[in-house]
């Protein structure tokens, strides 16, 4: 098992002015799951190449199991990488694209048959190990892409984005797979993703990137229940937190007082509940199935509510809205949560 720490990394290209990586500090524990989240631009891809080797940082260090490997070649990092794109080769078969690594470091051949086996037996592809690459699924291909990664043998594995080209259904599948594989392995697993729910699914802790910078380093329960900013709220939960402007202790443009002096109230969808004494009106509504989902004005702002499916209402009823004062959370005007 193998921990990896980076140490104040930088990246900035100085041609373009532009800064990718501002101080990031991060530790990963050995045989975690840990999912780099966030926007695109924001920064996560580049910090996994910086980890793998792909790429150099302006400043700062990278440590994996302890070992400063800032200036190793990817080769001597010990790590493996499972890509987008699944980086194939469309001429070779399965087993030749799962062995392709092992015989490049000259492997001896039984103990690269005895590998090749027992990751085939792992991911379910030993009836496919003679196919091409276009003979098999979407699935099937990113199993060989991870078997390609399992045969190294090396207990780091970065992930970028490699759920990314499979259909919603496969990807919860394979979200499961993924999950359970690492944690019989015993992995260390970086992951990439700007999909909350591989996020939520999958990580031990989520870093979640922003221009840069990490805007909140934890527990999936944690960054759900107690976002540190405005864009950790704006960015975990579907449909997104609301965000309500104050005026001088109430709910801008109404009579709605809240009970602590703040910029900003933060309240969940779900939290939100019809029938109360917070008057609102109706300004659209979106049918789900299960859930109805109604933007509702109060005063100047409009709250997101998240009601049962079965909910009739028409656009322009005048409703009352509830929610508990453990459901609210308060930001101040830098975007801050006040405590």
């Known amino acids: 098992m193998s921990s990896i720490r980076l140490v104040n990394i930088h990246k900035h290209w100085a041609e373009a002015g532009t800064k990718a990586l501002d101080g990031i500090n991060l530790e990963i524990e050995p045989a975690s799951f840990c999912v780099l989240l966030g926007p695109s631009g924001c920064g996560k891809s580049t910090t996994l190449r910086i980890i793998a080797g792909l790429e150099s940082a302006t400043s700062g260090q990278v440590f994996v199991d302890g070992v400063d490997v800032t200036h190793a070649p990817p080769a001597g990092r010990g790590i493996a ?5 699944y980086a194939l080769f469309p001429h070779l078969s399965v087993a030749q694209n799962i062995g392709f690594g092992l015989s490049v470091r000259k492997v001896e051949r039984s103990e690269a048959a005895r590998r090749l086996q027992d990751a085939a037996a792992l991911l379910g592809l030993t009836p496919l190990l003679d196919r091409k690459p276009s003979q098999l699924s979407g699935g099937q291909q990113q199993r060989v892409a991870l078997g390609r990664a399992l045969v190294a043998q090396t207990k780091v594995c970065l992930m970028d984005e490699p759920l990314s080209n499979l259909d919603a259904q496969l990807r919860q599948e394979m979200r499961h797979e993924l999950r359970e594989l690492q944690q019989r392995l015993g992995l260390t697993v970086v992951y990439v993703t700007h999909d909350q729910t591989e996020a939520m699914s999958m990580a031990d802790r989520v870093v979640l990137l922003n221009q840069g910078r990490i805007e909140q380093n934890a527990a999936p329960r944690e960054l759900y229940a107690m976002p540190a900013t405005t864009f950790a709220a704006r960015f975990i939960g579907t449909p997104a937190m609301n965000l309500l402007k104050l005026d001088q202790g109430r709910i801008a443009g109404s ?3 809240v009970r602590q002096p703040a ?11 019809l029938g109360g004494s917070v008057p609102a009106t109706v300004k659209s509504l979106e049918y789900l199935g299960a859930d109805l989902v109604l933007r509702c004005a109060v005063g100047s702002e409009l709250v997101t509510v998240r009601a049962e499916g ?10 009352g809205l509830a929610w508990t004062a453990q459901d609210e959370h308060f930001f101040d005007s830098l975007g801050a949560r006040v405590a």
Not at 81 to 85: A, C, E, S
Not at 263 to 273: D, K, N, Y
Request: aromatic letters at 4%; a positive charge; proline letters at 3%.
């Open 310 to 319: 079965k909910t009739r209402l028409a656009e322009g009823a005048a409703v």
């Open 81 to 85: 990488m499972v890509f987008q794109n």
């Open 255 to 257: 009579s709605v007082v």
């Open 263 to 273: 910029a900003t109230l933060g309240i969940r969808p779900e939290s939100v509940s």
